[in-house]
T-cell receptor
């Protein structure tokens, strides 16, 4: 069965520091992978997606993610965090043929001034 | 502006009183779905629809109903709400399988 694991429930970083949020998935075929961000009181906004091709994908707001098939990972990175990045981040995998997205449990990011 | 609109944004109701949460999208998307978000559990799919008059259960369908009579609308119906349905609900739509999903702003439901 497909699954998505975000091992870090909470992460705190200082403004200006680098960030890496982890995402591991379990899926038999090549997955379709997404990162979404949820700001307080808001819906989910797509940060970036991976369908195929270059394994390093660029997204909005300066975020990037790297697909590593050998590690079943799709970690999200940002070189310098801004206070406005404080939010909850969700990794999701698209299960081909089922129309289903499977979401991780989310990582809540806190940014210290 | 392309968007998914949910109403209401906040709702407090009593156990057993039927309610409907509306969802509408203006992007002509075929696929729509409902999720609930609970702390520590992420988003779990309740129901989804691949097109008009085509709906199916997601992972947590018990206590919910949906309908898809028009392409743009996908209401979520709670016939007899219970306190364990207190949650944050999201509607989402997308064009095809495995394309980007667009989410509504969410509906925070409290059942007392």
């Amino acid at each position: 069965a497909q699954s998505v694991t975000q091992p870090d429930i909470h992460i705190t970083v200082s403004e200006g520091a680098s960030l890496e949020l982890r995402c591991n998935y379990s899926y038999g075929a090549t997955p379709y992978l997404f990162w979404y961000v949820q700001s307080p009181g808001q819906g989910l906004q797509l940060l970036l997606k991976y369908f195929s091709g270059d394994t390093l994908v660029q997204g909005i707001k300066g975020f990037e993610a790297e697909f590593k098939r050998s590690q079943s990972s799709f970690n999200l990175r940002k070189p310098s965090v801004h206070w406005s990045d404080a939010a909850e981040y969700f990794c999701a995998v698209g299960a081909s043929g089922t129309y289903k997205y499977i979401f991780g449990t989310g990582t809540r990011l806190k940014v210290l001034a | 502006e392309a968007q998914v609109t949910q109403n209401p944004r906040y709702l407090i109701t009593v156990t057993g009183k039927k309610l409907t949460v509306t969802c509408s999208q203006n992007m002509n998307h075929e696929y729509m779905s409902w999720y609930r978000q609970d702390p520590g559990l992420g988003l779990r799919q309740i129901y989804y629809s691949m097109n008009v008059e085509v709906t199916d259960k997601g992972d947590v369908p018990e206590g919910y109903k949906v309908s898809r009579k028009e392409k743009r609308n996908f209401p979520l119906i709670l016939e007899s709400p219970s306190p364990n349905q207190t949650s944050l609900y999201f509607c989402a739509s997308r064009k095809w399988e495995n394309t980007e999903a667009f989410f509504g702003q969410g509906t925070r439901l409290t059942v007392v």
